[in-house]
């Protein structure tokens, strides 16, 4: 992952990046390929406590130059792409860990990227905040963006598209899933569950 990542380089070989050939780049040209071209989500989160979700968002735009208004304005615009246009002054202690990942996600988002990277991003989630972040997750994919998602729960890797299996450091498997689970399916029956029939008017209408 730190090599996709730009964060180290490969000892042989060459690695090619959204048309560039960047395992030959020096460090600080890496690191502006990195700020520009990659975006990373944690398990962890790492949101700035004291920040709200907007600064927290528009952190990483204050290395490109761009000015307050402009970096709160874009910030807006992709909080709401995650679905937190009215969470975007509350601070991570106010927000659930689903949307704590969301504004990572939407961080992660700010600058264009051409890669997203996921490490373990529902680790510290439930069962159903990590079918939420990953329906985003699937949004984002369907819309174009490149995913590489590291996990070691058989039931994420579900929900991708193409998984490739490692062991010891090696590749062991690579497989294209004709059909992956849909997160959006599984929260739209999680918010929506069938009803129940009360049990005594089913029994007056039977007797």
Not at 27 to 51: E, H, I, W
Not at 58 to 78: D, F, K, N, Q, W
Not at 94 to 100: A, F, M, R, T, V
Request: charged share 20%; net charge neutral.
């Amino acid at each position: 992952m730190n090599l996709v990542g730009c964060l180290d380089r490969p000892t042989q070989g060459e690695y090619w990046l959204a048309g560039n050939l960047v395992s030959r780049l020096s460090t600080d040209k890496l690191a502006s390929v990195r700020n520009r071209l990659v975006g990373f989500v944690f398990q962890g989160f790492n949101l700035l406590g004291r920040a709200t979700a907007l600064r927290n968002v528009a952190l990483p735009m204050v290395y490109a130059g761009l000015s307050r208004r402009e970096r709160e304005r874009r910030a807006r615009i992709v909080l709401q792409l995650v679905g937190l246009g009215d969470r975007v002054l509350h601070k991570p202690a106010e927000l659930s860990g689903g949307q704590q990942q969301r504004v990572a996600i939407a961080r992660a988002l700010i600058n264009g990227p051409a890669l997203l990277l996921a490490d373990e991003p529902t680790g510290n989630l439930d069962s159903h905040t990590s079918v939420e972040i990953m329906g985003v997750l699937q949004a984002l994919n369907e819309q174009g963006l490149t995913i590489v998602l590291v996990t070691h729960d058989p039931n994420i890797a579900q929900y991708a598209r193409r998984r490739v299996t490692f062991l010891d450091g090696r590749v062991v498997q690579d497989e294209l899933v004709l059909n992956p689970r849909s997160a959006l399916e599984e929260w739209n029956a999680l918010m929506n569950p069938p009803a129940i029939e009360d049990e005594g008017a089913v029994k007056e209408v039977s007797s």
